[in-house]
């Protein structure tokens, strides 16, 4: 589904990324978990270019994002994205944020995209919201709206940027129920998070970053109960 | 000091019609400005240095340079190249819309550029084009945030506007200077058509005060 080859970025004098090698397949959840400053939003944020790398390849479902042949926007259409901020449109109701994409790209008849969005909206409990503006909902219902926006274009692959990094405490469940339940459903998922509880019970895959390079792979138990290196070890002591 | 009311009395239909001129440039200049300003504002914005560079010089040739010389250069300069016989009231037009665009433009830089970067970035993620994600998602929110910015602008237009009388415009100051120079009198002509800006300029900074609070609620 997604193969990145050599992989490379900098941010003026700093390279954030050097040289990232990974390979993602269908329906796999992948949870990249690293300290901050390590690359990993960056590498997230590459998959579907919002930020544009130096070196390296990305290929997602076929198509390279760098060759001068790919419409991005059809790549992107393909590819959800969850931001740590949310991201809502605060100038448009729940239920306008999540069909304005299927109206404007996808050209679907506003009737389908409203059934569509409000099938989502009860997936992630939030039905009776459709007719509120974003600035009424907590942060939980903010992030479940987010990602029920991006399912509403029928991705192939969902990016999840540190979810629930900017939420109470109390509302990470919700929004990992949500997760959850997605991978559950089989979606190709690549996760950014610092909850190494979903990492540990979603995850197929946990790729440790550290210093802009991917230090070690593999299933959840390889990385939590029997991690390899020297910077996983100690970066787990401190988060676990 | 007497005061000859019969001077205001007399001058009255031109001051009227004098008015209406002055509402009328500025309400051009606003909106030919704004037009323009939003293709300037865009413009300024691009990541290519070479297509920005006009538009900066253009902003910086029309705020640097007095609104005062721009008509001169406009009326005795421009006009003369398209219209033999330029008409006054056309090149105060052109000459104040292309200098609120100027203005206007960095208004619609301000605004644009006021909104968070994750809206933008949001609206790509989903397979909008630029173009999309500006008309459907930036703009909407900005244009929000540019409403007093904007209202100022107008208001400054409307004293500005004085100045075509430099060229003969028959607007508001033109038929206070020509009341002037009939009875070389000062204080009944001027006073009171600093009067009438005055009442332009409030009830419209009145209006703006509504309207501001009216969205800041929503």
């Not at chain 1, 809502?88 to 679907?108: C, E, G, Q, S």
């Not at chain 2, 037009?93 to 949001?122: P, T, W």
């Not at chain 2, 084009?129 to 930036?138: D, E, G, L, N, S």
Request: net charge neutral; with cysteine.
């Amino acid at each position: 589904m997604i193969t990145v080859t050599n992989l490379k970025k900098s941010f003026g004098d700093l390279q954030v990324l050097k040289g990232i090698d990974a390979h993602i397949k269908e329906g796999e959840v992948v949870v990249i978990i690293g300290p901050s400053g390590s690359g990993k939003s960056t590498f997230l944020r590459c998959l579907n270019l919002l930020e544009n790398f130096d070196e390296g390849d990305v290929v997602i479902d076929g198509f390279h994002l760098k060759d001068k042949n790919t419409d991005i926007n059809k790549v992107r259409e393909e590819v959800g994205m969850v931001f740590q901020r949310f991201n809502l449109f605060p100038h448009m109701t729940v239920l306008d944020n999540i069909t304005l994409a299927p109206v404007k790209v996808r050209k679907w008849p506003l009737e389908k995209a409203r059934e569509k969005a409000m099938e989502l909206l009860k997936k992630v409990g939030l039905q009776d919201k459709a007719n509120v503006y974003p600035d009424s909902l907590s942060g939980g219902q903010a992030q479940r709206v987010a990602i029920a926006r991006a399912l509403a274009m029928g991705p192939k692959v969902m990016l999840f940027d540190e979810p629930t990094s900017a939420l109470d405490p109390e509302m990470v469940g919700e929004v990992l129920a949500v997760m959850k339940q997605l991978a559950n459903e089989g979606m190709t998922m690549v996760v950014v998070t610092h909850e190494m509880g979903f990492a540990r019970e979603v995850g197929d895959r946990v790729i440790f970053m550290d210093g802009g390079y991917i230090v070690e792979e593999g299933t959840p138990s390889d990385i939590f109960d029997n991690p390899q290196h020297e910077r996983t070890k100690s970066f787990l002591s401190k988060v676990l | 000091m007497d005061f000859r009311f019969d001077i205001i009395q007399e001058y009255a239909p031109f001051f009227l019609k004098g008015v209406l001129l002055t509402i009328g440039l500025s309400l051009i200049a606003i909106i030919v400005g704004s037009i323009l300003g939003l293709a300037i504002g865009l413009g300024k914005m691009s990541n290519n240095r070479l297509v920005r560079l006009p538009f900066e010089w253009y902003i910086n040739f029309f705020r640097g340079t007095p609104l005062f010389v721009q008509i001169l250069l406009v009326h005795f300069g421009l006009m003369p190249m398209f219209f033999t016989q330029p008409s006054p009231t056309v090149s105060a037009a052109v000459s104040l819309s292309l200098n609120s665009a100027a203005y206007i433009a960095e208004i619609f830089r301000a605004g644009i550029q006021s909104i968070d970067k994750g809206q933008m970035e949001a609206a790509r993620s989903l397979g909008m084009t630029h173009a999309q994600a500006m008309r459907y998602v930036i703009l909407p929110q900005a244009l929000k945030r540019m409403i007093p910015p904007f209202a100022n602008e107008f208001i400054v237009l409307i004293k500005d506007s004085s100045l075509a009388a430099i060229i003969a415009a028959p607007e508001l100051m033109y038929w206070g200077r020509a009341a002037q120079g009939q009875y070389y009198r000062v204080w009944e002509p001027y006073l009171t058509v600093a009067f009438i800006y005055l009442i332009l300029t409030l009830s419209l900074s009145k209006l703006l005060h509504y309207l501001e609070r009216k969205y800041s609620n929503q």
